[in-house]
């Protein structure tokens, strides 16, 4: 099953991505991750990235599009794959559905997970993200069992930088403008499946499973 992800920054796109894609045995594919984990390595691609990420901004396109196309042409996405964090603009989404459509094949379903923006900044706030492996937790919602620490590697918990308040209003409005109208884009493919985001994890997860007929 071919999925992605929908909804504002801190929606719960990533936490329920990595529940999915465990259920569905399926690889989760975060574009923030990958940007990430480059700007850690330092490489060329993170150096660029980083400008666009600590303003809010989205990533251009030309950086973005080729990094998933070569992804998901990788043997482990052979049986699917859950893309979390893109596409995030109607031009990435044409070139997804390219790319797909060359193989003869297309997104299943977009998952859109519905947040209201007054619950959003709360939540971004508290997240807690891990600096090695990218796991994610909140303070409140979802904490770690040791304070500051990953349950899954150990590593630090961190703040995200584009997490503090003032980001997060830019990221909000960059969403609005460029990636809410892909709402529209898949209901118009029939690939839309919209969960609300403001319940607990469980019950969002269970929510998702039961509109893909799991
Ligand atoms: P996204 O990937 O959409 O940016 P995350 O999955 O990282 O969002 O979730 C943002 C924050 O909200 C995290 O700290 C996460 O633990 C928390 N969170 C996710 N889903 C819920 C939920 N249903 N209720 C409360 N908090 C949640
Ligand atoms: P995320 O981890 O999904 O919240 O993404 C963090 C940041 O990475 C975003 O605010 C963007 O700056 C950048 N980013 C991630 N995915 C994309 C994408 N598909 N297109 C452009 N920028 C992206």
């Known amino acids: 099953m071919k999925l992605i992800m929908l909804g504002a920054p801190g929606a719960g796109k990533g936490t329920q991505a990595a529940r999915v894609a465990a259920e569905l045995k399926v690889p989760h594919i975060s574009t923030g991750d990958i940007f990430r984990s480059n700007i850690k390595n330092g490489t060329e691609l993170g150096r660029k990235a980083k400008e666009y990420m600590d303003a809010g901004k989205l990533v251009p396109d030309e950086l973005t599009c080729d990094l998933v196309a070569d992804r998901i042409a990788q043997d482990d996405c052979k049986g699917g794959f859950i893309l979390d964090g893109f596409p995030r603009t109607i ?64 590593a630090e918990l961190i703040l995200r930088a584009d997490d503090k308040p003032e980001t997060v209003q830019t990221r909000l409005d960059v969403y609005h403008e460029q990636t809410q109208p892909l709402i529209d884009y898949y209901a118009k493919q029939g690939a839309l499946v919209t969960v609300d985001g403001t319940q607990p994890m469980d019950e969002v997860f269970a929510a998702i499973l039961a509109k893909l007929g799991k």
């Open 91 to 154: 031009p990435q989404a044409e070139a997804l559905d390219k790319v797909l459509s060359s193989r003869g094949e297309k997104v299943d379903y977009a998952v859109n997970i519905d947040v209201p923006d007054a619950a959003i900044v709360a939540r971004m706030s508290g997240r807690r993200a891990c600096v090695s492996c990218g796991a994610t937790y909140h303070i409140e919602f979802n904490p770690p069992k040791k304070e500051g620490i990953c349950d899954v590697c150990g």
